[in-house]
Nanobody, 128 residues
Framework: QVQVVESGGGLVQAGDSLRLSCAVS????????MGWFRQAPGKDRNFVAA????????YYTDSVKGRFTISRDNHRNTVYLQMNSLKPEDTAVYYC?????????????????????WGQGTQVTVSS
């Protein structure tokens, strides 16, 4: 059984940084594309960032480009989301997800439906 566990959320002020971590077990992590999504209060869950199995391909939603960085350590079975210059509109529950389809070493997906293992979420709150 695949387990996905996020950590690292918290309450910060605008302009601060946070790093989210996501540990995955129960799957060959080095073959799995990973993604981060977020859900703000009263809104749908949306894509934030994705990374290929080998970590060389990354993709971000426009609103976080230049501020967020997704990375992974395949030896530690962990994916990270470094969030800098945080804004109040970044406030959300952040979810980590593992893809259920192999996209090759350099592939990834931004589609939520293609991720089959999800964490419980970690709250990020940015005050103004």
């Amino acid at each position: 059984q695949v387990q996905v566990v996020e950590s690292g959320g918290g309450l910060v002020q605008a302009g601060d940084s946070l790093r989210l971590s996501c540990a995955v077990s129960g799957r060959t992590f080095s073959t799995v594309a990973m993604g981060w999504f977020r859900q703000a209060p009263g809104k749908d869950r949306n894509f934030v960032a994705a990374i290929s199995a080998n970590g060389r391909s990354k993709y971000y939603t426009d609103s976080v480009k230049g501020r967020f960085t997704i990375s992974r350590d395949n030896h530690r079975n962990t994916v990270y989301l470094q969030m800098n210059s945080l804004k109040p509109e970044d406030t959300a529950v952040y979810y980590c997800a593992a893809s259920g389809t192999y996209y090759g070493d350099n592939g990834y997906t931004t589609q939520q439906t293609m991720y089959d293992s999800w964490g419980q979420g970690t709250q990020v709150t940015v005050s103004s």
